[in-house]
């Protein structure tokens, strides 16, 4: 697609409830980031995917939460027994990349979606 | 560690004023990336510059410069003859020399540009 396209923009759920927050990047991107935005919070990071692989996913605040990748594409970060602490605003986005490590080329630049906002009540 | 640093949770200012956003960061890495990103009220981060660790040279793009400082680790944004349409928040964020390195954003500064 022409941008990074996230579903669902709203999603209010129960605590207790699992959630999944869906991430379509754009079309040939092969690097996708999971960030997690929380009022007055900068932007943390959650996970990264290099095609369908997870080389980095130390941000992940607990094991309630888990991402994956299927086809290079679309990628799903499910929230498993929701707690009000998860509620922010979840930005994906995705970024051209060499597949495998190269040093001295920095991280690409990141095209965002415009995030899913998860309210835990 | 790597860490940004933006100290001004909110600036508010009249159309037409100049006005610059810091950024402070701190890595040990010899070569590393530093970046701004905007976020206008419709909450889409949107890109504005990419800038090496080799490259101390300032920047200019319309009302938009940025002044790159190692010896003080400082990214800093000016916003010449601000416009109603430039309020948003402004993340500065940095990354290490490798391509799969994640950017590590700092908290943001929300900009307020009254008419």
């Known amino acids: 697609g022409a941008g990074v396209s996230q579903s669902p923009s709203n999603k209010v759920t129960e605590k207790g409830k699992d959630v999944e927050l869906r991430c379509d990047p754009i079309?040939?991107?092969?690097?996708l980031y999971w960030y997690r935005q929380s009022l007055g919070q900068g932007l943390e990071f959650l996970i990264y995917f290099q095609g369908n692989s997870a080389p980095d996913k130390s941000g992940l605040p607990s094991d309630r939460f888990s991402a994956e990748r299927t086809g290079g594409s679309v990628s799903t970060l499910t929230i498993q027994r929701t707690q009000q602490e998860d509620s922010a605003v979840y930005l994906c986005?995705?970024?051209?990349?060499?597949?495998?490590?190269?040093?001295?080329?920095?991280?690409?630049?990141?095209?965002f979606g415009a995030g899913s906002r998860l309210t835990v009540l | 560690a790597q860490k940004v640093t933006q100290a001004q949770t909110e600036i508010s200012v009249v159309e037409k004023e100049d006005v610059t956003l810091d950024c402070v960061y701190e890595?040990?890495?010899?070569?590393?990336?530093l970046f701004w990103y905007k976020q206008p009220p419709s909450g889409e981060l949107v890109f504005l510059i990419r800038r090496n660790s080799f490259d101390e040279q300032n920047e200019i793009s319309g009302r938009y410069s940025w002044n790159f400082q190692k010896s003080t680790s400082s990214f800093n944004f000016t916003i010449t003859a601000s416009q109603v349409v430039d309020s948003a928040v402004y993340f500065c964020a940095l990354s290490g020399p490798y391509n799969t390195d994640k950017l590590i954003f700092g908290t943001g500064t929300r900009l307020q540009v009254f008419p």
């Open positions: 079309s040939g991107h092969t690097a």
């Open positions: 890595t040990r890495d010899t070569t590393y990336y």
């Open positions: 986005a995705s970024s051209t990349t060499y597949l495998g490590q190269r040093k001295g080329s920095g991280a690409n630049v990141l095209t």
